[in-house]
């Protein structure tokens, strides 16, 4: 079999550290590929104008597979202030890199595993009814939908006529904003549409058919969003009369399951979501399974081939420029097992997945977070270890 060439996009802050530490983790497994540098963050929106550039994009377009770190994302306002001055008044709107990504390629399916590793010591633990704990099994794949929804990017501030004008139509806008100064008005939408919504909850259908499940849930508030969320249930009911029998729907309220994921987590094993519900409930079960040092994903394009993997935490800028990096490269080294499975790699996935739980169950290297310490520099003299040391560890167990 051929090299294989990934895309390997660092970005920001610890997305640097933890990309290298686990490109370390695959060599060691026998991984035997070829990494190109994806320009993508901060830097290049301050320096060109630009958080994603052209050549990056040509790279995925022509190698498929991308491995990306984290991201910077700041306001408007604070994007603008740190533009270099020969840039700023020519135009340049910051957008989110990582968004941008999704739309380009068209990476509508994401998948956030969430999996308890036995023995982690942020693992959720209940009481018991007798009055003792309980540490629940999780065992969850959330599918997100990834390029529709809030993340769409579709949105104003003062909108201009034909926008307004179409507003003021719906007789809701009409009756409780028409109050407004239009220049203090601020409108966001909520896109769905069947094509993607279908293809988002046919792949969870299949995941739970493969993995034996008999229920797919569906995380909206179509009570309330009655348009787009009414949608998406009604397509998942449909799938499942007409396609899956065997798999029922269960449609609970993305408020409620914030409550549910605490009471009962072991009763979800495969949820599907619009983007921004998808985003809330994935990373509230990551907090059952230790956090986002724990927490990875996977999105592609089932029709391109195209797809990237990242863990689902942010660039923590704070920890950067630490002498010694403190920040867990669980999730990171966790995300490129996804690849590896993506691109049919199974055994050295599998070879890694062994390894980490073995690290972890373990327990005598630990990184800040598992001992339950604050992110300061100081914690590498009081037990934890470094970013390289929980990676070498991994490597040990290979």
């Known amino acids: 079999m051929a090299k294989r060439t990934i895309v390997a996009m660092p970005g920001d802050g610890i997305g640097k550290v933890v990309l290298e530490e686990t490109i370390r983790v695959l060599d060691a497994a026998g991984f035997d590929a070829e990494y190109v540098n994806g320009d993508i963050g901060w830097d290049f929106w301050c320096k060109e104008g630009n958080p994603l550039p052209d050549r990056t994009l040509k790279l995925l377009e022509q190698h498929k597979i991308g491995l990306f770190g984290a991201i910077t994302s700041k ?9 270099s001055p020969e840039l700023k008044g020519k135009g340049h709107i910051y957008y989110s890199p990582i968004v941008t990504m999704r739309q380009k390629f068209g990476l509508d399916i994401c998948m956030r595993p969430c999996i308890t590793l036995p023995g982690n010591p942020l693992n959720f633990i209940r009481r018991a009814a007798d009055g003792g704990s309980d540490e629940p099994v999780v065992d969850c794949m959330v599918f997100r939908q990834n390029t529709e929804g809030l993340y769409g990017g579709v949105e104003w501030t003062n909108p201009h006529d034909q926008i307004y ?9 009409k009756e409780n904003f028409a109050w407004c100064p239009r220049p203090e008005l601020a409108v966001s939408t909520r896109i769905v549409t069947k094509k993607y919504s279908t293809r988002i909850i046919k792949a969870a259908f299949e995941y739970a058919k493969k993995r034996g499940f008999d229920k797919v849930t569906v995380c909206e508030k179509p009570n309330v969003i009655r348009e787009t969320s009414g949608m998406i249930l ?12 065997n798999i029922w729907v269960e449609d609970v309220n993305i408020d409620a399951m914030m409550m549910w994921l605490t009471k009962n987590p072991e009763n979800y094993h495969v949820i599907v979501s619009e983007n921004m519900f998808g985003d809330i409930v994935s990373d509230a079960f990551a907090g059952l399974i230790g956090g986002l040092g724990f927490a990875t994903s996977a999105q592609f394009n089932p029709e391109t081939g195209v797809a990237v993997f990242e863990p689902t ?3 923590a800028p704070k920890y950067a420029d630490y002498e010694t990096s403190i920040v867990n490269p669980i999730a990171m080294i966790l995300s490129a097992v996804l690849m590896l499975e993506h691109i049919g790699e199974d055994a050295i996935a599998a070879k890694i997945k062994t390894a980490v739980a073995a690290v972890v169950k373990e327990g005598k290297v630990k990184a800040y977070d598992m001992l339950k310490m604050r992110g300061t520099q100081e914690v590498i003299n ?3 270890a470094s970013t390289k040391q929980m990676a070498d560890a991994v490597i040990a167990k290979l």
């Open 75 to 83: 306001p408007k306002d604070k994007a603008d202030a740190e533009l």
């Open 165 to 173: 004008d179409a507003l003021m139509t719906h007789p809701r806008f």
């Open 234 to 245: 009604k397509i998942a009911q449909e799938m499942s009369k007409n396609e899956y029998p």
């Open 313 to 315: 935490h942010g660039s």
């Open 382 to 384: 009081h037990g934890a």
